[in-house]
């Protein structure tokens, strides 16, 4: 991935607001600096303000304050079609009369190019989605998957530098939409092209990006590599909303460096690293994830949590076992154990104890 250093900028959002109707803000105050070739995800609920910066990128929307740039250059004022950006939608939005060759050769005749110049790029657009044979078909006559690798083709056959897919992958079923991800992402590594992608699907942005913006409330909530941003999560926001996650609801009652004692509600006192609390007294919400827990090990050694917990539910998921226990009080606590043939199933009603590093476990905002 391309450095960080301001030199390298390729797409900036300079402290861009946005707001529809004078008063409320949809984009608050937003920076965001891409390197050339990175793919970002735009990650977030639905009003959250991550599809109208991906259209103010595009130019179907204006920002109300503030700068977009594009190799140095503001783009505020560029109309969409000389923004030379490829563009990807989830209904495909491709023109039904046309065939699919005439489709991708339609971008190219806006930029006047020649016929023998157009023909070559088509097929080489084709190719890299593997539909070349598909040329003389019409839409109507394809499938949803083939539809939307003829979209991605043509937001590619004037080799943009940077594509904005919005949602590309929601209308196709879950095994065709895992299949397209692995290849969005390999067709934009070997390109070389810079990506920015929108989705609520949390699943996606992980297996997709090089590094994730999670919005909520119109702001960045986070930016940062999908490993970092599962495992260090720097609010309770992006805890809960990127992947699964355990909370237990306490009260600080020390700090000491990286170490926070916390009183949870039902009594117990548990260690865990402090990430947005700074003094005794203030509600926390500690945060584990579920593969990080674990049960009726020999817990004796120095510095691991063990909690008394009672078992609910345990569900047989093929790799996985999943159970949902009792813990301080909370019921929907779940721990996820690798199908193993030594790992134990568990009944519901049965007393475990389950067990923790406090390093996995992070005291956040409540």
């Given at each position: 991935m391309a450095d960080m250093n301001g030199d390298s900028a390729f797409v900036e959002f300079d402290r861009v607001q946005k707001s529809y109707d004078g008063e409320t803000l949809v984009v608050k105050d937003l920076n965001l600096t891409l390197p050339k070739g990175e793919f970002l995800t735009m990650l977030g609920p639905s009003g959250s303000g991550?599809?109208?910066c991906l259209?103010?990128?595009?130019?179907?929307?204006?920002?109300?304050y503030g700068d977009i740039r594009l190799g140095g250059v503001s783009i505020n004022?560029?109309?969409?079609?000389?923004?030379?950006?490829?563009?990807?939608?989830?209904?495909?939005?491709?023109?039904?009369?046309?065939?699919?060759?005439?489709?991708?050769?339609?971008?190219?005749?806006?930029?006047?190019?020649g016929k023998a110049e157009r023909e070559q790029k088509v097929k080489r657009a084709l190719d890299m989605v593997q539909m070349g044979a598909f040329g003389g078909r019409r839409p109507a006559q394809l499938s949803g998957g083939q539809q939307q690798r003829i979209a991605l083709a043509r937001a590619l056959v004037f080799e943009a530098e940077l594509v904005l897919m919005d949602e590309p992958l929601g209308a196709l079923d879950k095994q065709l939409r895992e299949h397209m991800?692995?290849?969005?992402?390999?067709?934009?590594?070997?390109l070389g092209i810079t990506v920015v992608?929108?989705?609520?699907?949390q699943t996606e942005a992980l297996t997709m990006s090089d590094r994730v913006a999670v919005f909520n409330d119109g702001r960045i909530q986070q930016l940062a590599p999908p490993d970092k941003l599962y495992e260090e999560p720097e609010?309770?926001?992006?805890?809960?909303?990127?992947?699964?996650?355990?909370?237990?609801?306490?009260?600080?009652?020390?700090?000491?460096?990286?170490?926070?004692?916390?009183?949870?509600?039902?009594g117990e006192i548990i260690d865990a690293r402090p990430v947005n609390v700074t003094k005794p007294g203030e509600r926390t919400r500690v945060s584990i994830r579920p593969e990080r827990v674990e049960y009726n090990k020999d817990r004796r050694q120095e510095g691991v949590h063990t909690?008394?917990?009672?078992?609910?539910?345990?569900?047989?998921?093929?790799?996985?076992?999943?159970?949902?226990?009792?813990?301080?009080?909370?019921?929907?606590?779940?721990?996820?154990?690798?199908?193993?043939?030594?790992?134990?199933?568990?009944?519901?009603?049965?007393?475990?104890e389950i067990g923790w590093l406090p390093d996995d476990c992070r005291a956040l905002d409540a």
């Open positions: 991550k599809t109208t259209m103010m990128l595009a130019g179907f929307e204006t920002a109300t004022n560029i109309p969409p079609h000389k923004r030379g950006i490829g563009m990807v939608f989830q209904n495909y939005a491709l023109f039904p009369h046309m065939t699919v060759a005439e489709n991708l050769s339609f971008p190219l005749e806006v930029r006047k190019m991800q692995f290849e969005i992402k390999r067709i934009a590594d070997s992608y929108v989705t609520h699907d609010n309770s926001f992006v805890a809960q909303f990127i992947g699964e996650n355990n909370t237990l609801e306490g009260v600080v009652k020390e700090i000491n460096g990286n170490r926070a004692v916390v009183q949870l509600d039902g909690l008394k917990a009672e078992v609910l539910e345990f569900i047989y998921m093929g790799d996985i076992f999943r159970t949902r226990l009792r813990v301080a009080g909370n019921d929907e606590f779940v721990i996820k154990t690798r199908n193993a043939p030594d790992q134990a199933r568990l009944q519901p009603g049965q007393q475990i």
